[in-house]
């Protein structure tokens, strides 16, 4: 495939409305030449076919692009993610399914442009979850025509958007919140005022660093102890407890023991009561 930066390169060097204007000089091509070029890149990996389907589908992603110009990012940048995204679609057409080009790419587009806005739109992510996701951008539409929500506009966009009214205020939330850093004041050793962070005033209840430590020693102890007491049983009494008792996935009863050892189930149990008294004499000295 075309190298990615002989395309990314148009928006990342020089004016952008001359990239533009490079763009949309590109003739748009007509159904019999799309699926020419196509075929030629499907079947024999032509390279200049892929440049020429790539060109003239520039403006097709600067048409895209446009409707994210309300988060706030670069729209050059926006551009170049739909590149990749229109290349990446271009690299798995097929000219015999009978769709356009420009149908089958919008999806690829969309998708890596939706990446770009979610991990620069703020420092901290707004929508991880593929629901999220499409919460959050189907969001941002419906707030443009609704403003902030009340509780019967809350109830009518969830209906909308096939989701519970709690989702719908909680991804408003996180849309409304901002970004805080934890170092708010100019790092400058000749100010005056005292440099503090808000990470300084921060306090995690839910976590007890020394009692973790504390519970992985003791089940280390433990473990060890058991181990060394496995050790003065003899091999068929050890094979009895580990069957029993320390086998989670997969233990078996009485029965199955003494058919394997050709022993009644009852002489079993004993083996097993007089090893469990050996086991805790040992794990208790």
Same mark, same amino acid.
């Given at each position: 495939m075309i190298n990615k930066m002989q395309i990314l390169s148009l928006t990342a060097l020089g004016n952008l409305d001359a990239y533009i204007r490079y763009a949309n000089s590109w003739?748009? !091509?007509?159904?019999e030449e799309e699926k020419l070029l196509a075929e030629r890149l499907y079947y024999n990996g032509d390279l200049d076919a892929a440049k020429t389907l790539i060109l003239s589908h520039l403006r097709f992603v600067i048409h895209i692009s446009r409707n994210y110009s309300g988060y706030g990012l670069p729209q050059a940048d926006l551009i170049q993610e739909g590149n990749i995204g229109l290349m990446?679609? /271009?690299?798995?057409? *097929?000219?015999?399914?009978?769709? &356009?080009?420009?149908s089958f790419a919008v999806h690829w587009i969309k998708s890596? /442009?939706?990446?770009?806005? !979610?991990? $620069?739109?703020? /420092?901290?992510?707004?929508?991880?979850?593929?629901s999220q996701r499409k919460l959050f951008f189907n969001l941002r539409k419906t707030k443009q025509r609704l403003g902030w929500f009340n509780e019967n506009e809350l109830r009518i966009v969830?209906?909308?958007?096939?989701?519970?009214?709690?989702?719908? &205020?909680?991804? %408003?939330? &996180?849309?409304?919140?901002?970004?805080?850093? @934890? *170092?708010? @004041?100019?790092?400058?050793?000749?100010?005056?005022?005292? !440099?503090?962070?808000?990470?300084?005033?921060?306090?995690?209840n839910t976590s007890d660093f020394a009692n973790g430590?504390? %519970?992985? *020693?003791? %089940?280390?102890?433990?473990? $060890?102890?058991?181990? $060394?007491?496995?050790?003065?049983?003899?091999?068929?009494?050890?094979? /009895?407890? &580990?069957?029993r008792w320390l086998n989670e996935n997969n233990k078996i009863t009485l029965q199955e023991i003494a058919n394997g050892y050709g022993i009644s189930a009852e002489r079993v149990r004993q083996l097993e009561k007089n090893a469990m008294k050996k086991l805790r004499t040992a794990i208790e000295a």
């Amino acid at each position: 495939m075309i190298n990615k930066m002989q395309i990314l390169s148009l928006t990342a060097l020089g004016n952008l409305d001359a990239y533009i204007r490079y763009a949309n000089s590109w003739p748009m !091509l007509s159904a019999e030449e799309e699926k020419l070029l196509a075929e030629r890149l499907y079947y024999n990996g032509d390279l200049d076919a892929a440049k020429t389907l790539i060109l003239s589908h520039l403006r097709f992603v600067i048409h895209i692009s446009r409707n994210y110009s309300g988060y706030g990012l670069p729209q050059a940048d926006l551009i170049q993610e739909g590149n990749i995204g229109l290349m990446k679609s /271009i690299r798995r057409f *097929n000219p015999e399914v009978g769709v &356009r080009l420009v149908s089958f790419a919008v999806h690829w587009i969309k998708s890596e /442009i939706h990446e770009y806005v !979610l991990r $620069n739109w703020r /420092i901290v992510k707004v929508a991880t979850t593929k629901s999220q996701r499409k919460l959050f951008f189907n969001l941002r539409k419906t707030k443009q025509r609704l403003g902030w929500f009340n509780e019967n506009e809350l109830r009518i966009v969830a209906q909308e958007l096939g989701v519970c009214s709690e989702d719908v &205020r909680e991804m %408003e939330c &996180r849309m409304s919140a901002q970004d805080i850093s @934890f *170092n708010p @004041f100019p790092d400058d050793e000749s100010s005056d005022r005292k !440099l503090t962070t808000v990470m300084t005033h921060l306090r995690d209840n839910t976590s007890d660093f020394a009692n973790g430590v504390e %519970e992985d *020693n003791w %089940e280390m102890h433990a473990t $060890n102890k058991l181990t $060394n007491a496995l050790r003065i049983l003899d091999k068929r009494s050890r094979h /009895i407890i &580990r069957a029993r008792w320390l086998n989670e996935n997969n233990k078996i009863t009485l029965q199955e023991i003494a058919n394997g050892y050709g022993i009644s189930a009852e002489r079993v149990r004993q083996l097993e009561k007089n090893a469990m008294k050996k086991l805790r004499t040992a794990i208790e000295a």
